[in-house]
């Protein structure tokens, strides 16, 4: 491990360097020659942070090969050995170019994940490393190769990795389980990039594993297709991203944006939940249509002709002028704030010559000077300004969306068949703040309008322009500098320093609704209405995607009661499901209660495997009166069990005050005061808050009213049940 770490220091140090010497290069005034030095700086810079973010648990693995392989790697004496094979999380090289660590991503590295005793692969025992900081402070060994236990008995030590791994206390950060990830596993991370993979698992299968290890696999193996673009991950809450987040960094991957559903459209950041009755029309298919209706709806020709004054002159503005001129900016397809331009050239450009035609019958004299002094004239008039506004206005998303539901009347018309009932749900006045559910129809509205900023299209077009020299420069550079296939002309560009500002792809894409990623991870995606799915294959038009989730959690009035229902209208016959089917995570004791629960409830369950049980049994008992003080009394049991784990109070919403207040009076700052505190030791949450979350131990309080009160309150109760790695405790009401 010394001299993993040693090589690593050395490759750092090394990279370091060359940027410093990049940086004090004096190129002059050559474009060409400042391009190359940017482009190398960028090179370095992105190697120094990936060499930086792969420190903690630099190598977690080594196989024993059963012949001579042509990857070599270094035995803990520092010696090429083509017996062994150190996997981990980057690929190393001594400066022979002979490999010391290899990638975990690597095809070489299958066998590290996808060996058995049945079909080892080629190797006859595997070794998982666990490390703090730079020592080993376990050793776990797997022996495919019966022969080995009798000729190296006294090197063999330790258990099962994965059973460490899975009992071991949460810290309130996703483990990283790069060194545990089984076969089953492996095989769906491995898959192929094409199309959409749908994932479907029960609770604690390794679902978000596996969709943070593919994102990171397809990074590694489609770098030249993703690496500009980068990889969407879309998780249920803040909490949840907060939990994953430093997964993939440590990985060596950060061309991932982690993102809520609540923040996909740029400037809109929320965690504002509608009522169950209201999310389920605003995530309804029907409202692709009301917005595209409505956005129509707001080109208008005016039923009586308009008088206009125009530089102390007064002509008439037909009916017939406007409708023309709308005709002939919907005729270019273009989204309504951009074809609005065509419109005003259109109508303006009739009035001019209607304003001329005026003054020549009043005796004046108008030549092609004149036309273009009177054509301004016109497009200053207020009057002018006022009738074109009126017929065709510039709108934004966020106003679009809040006069939609602030305008009953106009509502109404844009549907005809709803009832009253329906279109009463989604009525609130103007200034209400916007929801996770409106951002998806936000983000419906923003196709339909387009932008209508012109300063923002020129910027856009010049960038554009700027762009296409850049990547003619960096194809020139490549070949002066003597890196052909090594390095490509569109992420040489993207260095130049000249036009580029050096932001994350996280910072750019969250300034762009535009961005179209090279593929997207959506984890609980069960949850996701119709609308809000539209949104991310805006983001991904080649409708690559890895969706995971489990059917029988979906807690969303508007999400999935199949995967067949919700996919099919989308992506048609370009998507695959795989199904993981062994629990990693739940006791068994668990998993059985709830699966029970809601195999009684009527929720399609997948059946898992549980590969273990704990030593507590699944607890039920009643509260009294006092349901905060019943759940201070369950905490205490627990944390005297396990001082150093972590424990979740799941309740519904109308408990949470109350048992936060009992809980930090008696624990003190050890209790989260928000759901995004979770490096607490004690976690309050609701059944949705929990989602995609683990702890040690998990207090689920008052059942009934669970069931009762969630709009799939089964659904929200099998959730809070398996979320424990240990105990379960039913606290009912």
């Known amino acids: 491990m010394r001299v993993l770490y040693a090589r690593l220091d050395e490759l750092r140090e090394q990279a370091e360097q060359l940027l410093t010497e990049v940086r004090a290069q004096d190129v002059g005034g050559s474009h060409q020659h400042r391009s190359e030095r940017d482009a190398y700086a960028r090179l370095y810079e992105d190697r120094i942070l990936q060499l930086r973010d792969v420190h903690d648990r630099l190598a977690f693995g080594r196989l024993e090969l059963a012949a ?97 791994a899975i009992s071991a206390s949460r810290t309130g950060r996703m483990h990283d389980i790069v060194s545990t990830i089984q076969a089953e596993q492996d095989r769906i991370i491995r898959s192929e990039l094409r199309g959409a993979l749908v994932v479907q698992g029960g ?67 929320t965690a504002t939940e509608d009522d169950p009755a209201v999310s ?105 300004r006022v009738a074109l506004n009126t017929a065709w206005m510039p709108l934004t998303p966020e106003k679009f969306i809040e006069d939609l539901f602030a305008r009953p009347q106009w509502f109404a018309s844009l549907t005809p068949t709803w009832t009253s009932e329906e279109r009463a749900l989604l009525r609130r006045a ?43 420069n960096a194809e020139q550079a490549i070949v002066n500098m003597g890196v052909e296939g090594l390095v490509n002309a569109e992420d040489l560009a993207a260095g130049f320093a000249e036009t580029v500002d050096r932001g994350t792809i996280a910072e750019q894409a969250g300034q762009d609704r535009g961005w179209t990623y090279g593929h997207i991870v959506v984890d609980e995606a069960q949850e996701l209405s119709h609308m809000q799915w539209r949104a991310l294959i805006r983001r991904c038009p080649s409708r690559s995607f890895t969706i995971v989730g489990d059917v029988a959690q979906a807690g969303s009035a508007a999400g999935a009661t199949s995967w067949e229902e919700m996919l099919d209208p989308l992506f048609a016959d370009r998507w695959r499901l795989e199904e993981l089917t062994v629990n990693y995570r739940t006791p068994a004791q668990v998993s059985r209660a709830a699966e029970e629960m ?125 979320r424990p790695t240990q105990r379960l405790h039913l606290l009912t009401v």
Request: charged share 25%.
């Open 598 to 722: 809601a195999v009684a409830h009527g929720l399609p369950v997948t059946f898992s495997r549980a590969v273990r049980e704990s030593q507590w049994p699944v607890r039920r008992t009643t509260a009294g009166a006092d349901v905060a003080a019943d759940t201070v009394a369950a905490v205490t049991r627990d944390r005297d069990i396990d001082a150093n784990g972590t424990c979740a109070v799941i309740a519904p919403a109308e408990h949470i005050d109350a048992i936060k207040a009992a809980l930090a009076a008696h624990f003190g700052t050890e209790v989260a005061q928000s759901s995004l505190g979770l490096s607490h030791s004690i976690s309050v949450l609701t059944p949705r808050e929990a989602k995609g979350l683990e702890f040690d131990s998990v207090i689920v309080v008052d059942t009934d009213r669970i069931l009762a009160n969630e709009v799939r309150g089964a659904a929200a109760l099998y959730v809070a049940m398996t």
């Open 430 to 472: 103007r200034g209400s703040k916007f929801t996770v559910d409106d951002v998806a129809l936000l983000d419906e509205a923003a196709v339909h309008l387009g932008e209508y900023n012109e300063a923002t299209d020129a910027r856009s077009r010049q960038a554009g322009q700027q762009h296409r020299r850049d990547v003619e």
């Open 203 to 269: 609770p604690g299968t390794g679902k978000t594993a596996v969709a943070l290890h593919r994102a990171a696999y397809l990074l590694y193996s489609h770098r030249a297709q993703l690496s500009s673009s980068g990889v969407l991950v879309v998780g249920p809450s803040r909490s949840f991203l907060q939990y994953i987040e430093q997964v993939l960094p440590s990985l060596g991957e950060t061309g991932v944006v982690l993102q809520t559903v609540g923040g996909l459209h740029p400037g809109v950041e």
């Open 68 to 164: 001579p392989d042509d990857e070599d790697a270094l035995t803990d004496d520092s010696e090429p050995n083509p017996r062994f094979r150190y996997v981990g999380r980057i690929g190393l090289r001594d400066e022979q170019q002979n490999s010391m660590l290899l990638d975990w991503r690597a095809p070489q590295a299958s066998a590290f994940y996808q060996a058995t005793a049945a079909t080892p692969m080629g190797a006859r025992a595997r070794r998982h490393l666990t490390t703090r900081g730079r020592e080993v402070i376990r050793i776990d060994d797997e022996i495919f190769d019966a022969a080995l236990y009798e000729t190296d008995p006294d090197e063999l030590q330790g258990e099962a990795a994965l059973m460490a």
């Open 280 to 384: 389920a029309l605003k995530g309804s298919a029907r409202m692709a249509e009301v917005i595209a209706r409505g956005v129509r709806s707001r080109r208008r020709v005016p039923a009586e002709p308009q008088p206009l004054t125009i530089n102390g002159e007064t002509i008439i503005l037909d009916p017939g002028t406007v409708e023309q001129a709308i005709t002939r900016a919907q005729r270019s397809g273009k989204p309504h704030n951009r074809a609005r331009v065509t419109f005003v050239k259109q109508a303006i450009a009739q009035l001019t010559a209607q304003l001329a035609d005026h003054l020549r019958r009043r005796g004046s004299t108008v030549d092609e000077e004149d036309e273009r002094m009177l054509r301004e004239d016109v497009r200053s008039s207020f009057d002018v």
